[in-house]
Nanobody, 115 residues
Framework: QVQVVESGGGLVQAGGSLRLSCAAS????????MAWYRRTPGKQRELVAA???????NYADSVKGRFTISRDNTKNTVYLPMNSLKPEDTAVYYC?????????WGQGTQVTVSS
C-alpha cells in the first residue's frame, strides 16, 4: 500500500510565498509520476503541476512562472514552491502519485491567500 501526505499549506497575504511538500511512502517501487491538483468550492479539481518519473514538468497556465514543481527521489518527496501568490490560488491542494493500475491521493492541504 502507498501513502501520500501533503504539508506546508497555510494562510499568506497576496504576493507572498508558501512551499508545499508531498511525501510518499509504502510499496512504491520505482520512481512514479506525481502531481499537484487543487480544488475550490464549487469547482472541479484542476491540475496545477506535474512531474514525470524522468523529471519532465508541466504546469497550468495560471501558475506558470510562479510555481515550480520538483522532486527528491531519495526521499520520495515532491515539492511545490509557490511565489507571488494571488487570492485566486486559494484552494485545497492535493498530491497524487500515479501507478499503472491506480492513483494514490493525499488528504489535501489548505492554502489561503488573503487580499
Amino acid at each position: 500500500q502507498v501513502q501520500v501526505v501533503e504539508s506546508g499549506g497555510g494562510l499568506v497575504q497576496a504576493g507572498g510565498s508558501l512551499r508545499l511538500s508531498c511525501a510518499a511512502s509504502g510499496s512504491i517501487g520505482s520512481i512514479k509520476p506525481m502531481a499537484w491538483y487543487r480544488r475550490t468550492p464549487g469547482k472541479q479539481r484542476e491540475l496545477v503541476a506535474a512531474i514525470s518519473s524522468g523529471g519532465y514538468t508541466n504546469y497550468a497556465d495560471s501558475v506558470k512562472g510562479r510555481f515550480t514543481i520538483s522532486r527528491d527521489n531519495t526521499k520520495n518527496t515532491v515539492y511545490l514552491p509557490m511565489n507571488s501568490l494571488k487570492p485566486e490560488d486559494t484552494a485545497v491542494y492535493y498530491c497524487k502519485l500515479s501507478e499503472a493500475l491506480r492513483d494514490y491521493w493525499g488528504q489535501g492541504t489548505q492554502v489561503t491567500v488573503s487580499s
